[in-house]
């Protein structure tokens, strides 16, 4: 299924790209500090900008993020908290709107579980985890500024907030975009 949500992406990116080929297209690398529950969790990722007016375009994206989940278990007599951190590829897909000085963006994010790993060292190993569901749905809500650094390269700092509806999570942060124009040369 991972790589069903994988293909489908890249598609939709291609069919994007080609469809609105004569329009501006921005390839950018984000990073990303979002604070969840009260703890900082950086994460990365790839994302595409394509507009189809001087004002509107969508973007499109590919994250890794993670979150630490804290669980406690009585057993043996013996109280434990274990912290398990998860991984996921989250995809989210806006319309954005461009004004003057800056930007707002929103739409729907996608976000699939990727893996896990036990982060507490202890004498209780968890052997097996997984989520339920595997796959959430959210909604990602951006602003940010542009700042142009040559022809071709860009700067985009961004204010984020991606509540995650299935699994009430909420991220909100900061993420700090650089942007390749492909379009121009």
């Known amino acids: 299924m991972k790589k069903t949500i994988f293909t489908l992406t890249i598609l939709l990116i291609l069919t994007f790209t080609s469809v609105y080929s ?17 703890d900082l ?3 990365f990722g790839l994302n595409l900008t394509r507009s189809f007016s001087k004002r509107s375009s969508l973007e499109v994206g590919v994250y890794y993020r993670n979150y630490i989940e804290g669980m406690r278990f009585y057993a043996m007599n013996k109280n434990y908290q274990i912290n398990i951190l998860e991984s996921y590829l989250s995809i989210p897909i806006t319309y954005r709107f461009s004004f003057k ?21 202890s004498d209780f190993t ?14 990602l809500f951006k602003t940010g500024t542009e700042i142009k650094l040559s022809d071709k ?12 509806l299935t699994s009430e999570r909420t991220y909100f942060g900061l993420g700090l975009n650089l942007k390749y124009d492909l379009n121009k040369n």
């Open 22 to 38: 004569q329009q501006r297209t921005l390839l950018g690398v984000d990073f990303t500090n979002d604070i969840v529950d009260g």
């Open 41 to 43: 969790r950086p994460g």
């Open 101 to 121: 000085y800056f930007y707002v963006s929103g739409g729907p994010s996608f976000d699939t579980f990727l893996n896990w790993k036990q982060q507490t060292e």
């Open 126 to 139: 968890i052997t097996s985890y997984d989520r339920d569901p595997k796959y959430n749905l959210g909604l």
């Open 153 to 164: 390269l860009i700067f985009a700092p961004e204010l984020r907030f991606n509540p995650i």
